[in-house]
């Protein structure tokens, strides 16, 4: 809570009814700032007045609907909200979404007087690369075919856009994010190895994050961060088969997944694909996210440990929150 005779900061917030945004607002609302959020529904404006929030209708694809719903002079803007879908036929949602939503809120953020906007962008942001990804990577994800990955990194070039005119901006890249709150991220492989279909794992190498640190490096960038600048986040790095192992063993459930060829998981993705065009439902395997999974991605945290105060959290007390938060919902 803000201490007596402290002026209360103000924040617009978008993506407030997602993973990391909701987990935002909490912790903003917990230390007395006034919060407006962006919604689109009625259950979404629900949402955020339970969390303390006030609700602000809204499009993030609609420049003057965002900046109709964006308060004058907030001291800060955190634009969390992001499209992470891995199937190509929502390519054209994403873009909407990720690359002109993200210059929406540039716009809006420039005419409103915003004293900080920070930017959650992602690691993918960076393309994928043989080599520890650090902030002077050169990002290859303006060639990806992943639309993902070059739809964050063009809404990176709105940012840098918005900063060349004026902007105070930082921008931060997690990568894979556990923790409370978690329903539609890397939670699912709770769901698939407790139903027993997670058999076999591609060879991918990931970076963990808890996200209460994620959320702590947002507000520790409004006063710490350098204008400009990208903060990677990182926390354990662990292979996708030794992450599967270790969600088992927090449930206490005994799981070895077998190492899957790529040849057979591009095979069923291909498949699952396929299957989609008929059925209309996202494949739970889509080559997209086969690529991402299967690749080596390690980042370094060093400049935001140094920097923001960042700290990285342990993969089993990651794993441990996010199962207890799934338990209290009924997911697992």
């Keep these: 809570m803000a201490a007596a005779g402290t002026p209360v900061r103000t924040a617009f917030v978008t993506g407030g009814s997602g993973f990391v945004g909701s987990n935002l607002i909490a912790e903003l609302v917990h230390r007395g700032w006034r919060v407006t959020a962006l919604h689109r529904s009625a259950d979404q404006a629900a949402a955020l007045s339970a969390m303390g929030a006030i609700p602000a209708r809204g499009d993030l694809t609609l420049r003057e609907s965002v900046l109709a719903a964006m308060p004058a002079a907030p001291d800060a803007v955190f634009h969390v909200a992001g499209d992470t879908s891995l199937w190509s036929r929502r390519n054209a949602r994403q873009d909407a979404i990720n690359i002109a939503g993200t210059a929406a809120m540039v716009d809006a953020a420039l005419a409103r007087g915003a004293k900080r906007f920070i930017h959650t962008s992602t690691c993918s942001a960076y393309g994928r690369h043989a080599e520890p990804i650090t902030e002077t990577t050169r990002s290859t994800a303006s060639q990806s075919w992943v639309n993902y990955e070059k739809s964050k990194w063009l809404a990176e070039q709105e940012v840098q856009r918005g900063i060349a005119a004026g902007l105070d901006a930082v921008i931060l890249n997690p990568f894979a994010i556990l923790g409370p709150g ?151």
């Design 182 to 332: 978690d329903r539609h991220g890397w939670a699912r492989l709770f769901f698939q190895i407790r139903s027993g279909q997670f058999k076999a794992a591609p060879p991918g190498v990931i970076t963990c994050n808890h996200v209460h640190e994620v959320v702590r490096a947002h507000i520790s960038a409004l006063d710490l961060g350098y204008r400009g600048d990208n903060y990677l986040l990182n926390g354990p790095t662990t292979s996708v088969a030794d992450l599967a192992t270790l969600i088992g063993a927090t449930m206490g459930l005994d799981v070895h997944p077998k190492p899957a060829p790529m040849a057979l998981l591009n095979l069923a993705a291909g498949l699952g694909v396929l299957a989609a065009r008929f059925t209309g439902k996202e494949p739970s395997l889509t080559p997209e996210t086969v690529a991402l999974m299967s690749a080596d991605t390690r980042c370094a945290s060093n400049k935001a440990e140094r920097e923001l105060d960042y700290h990285r959290v342990e993969l089993a007390e990651c794993l441990r929150d996010t199962h207890a938060w799934l338990k209290t919902q009924g997911l697992v």
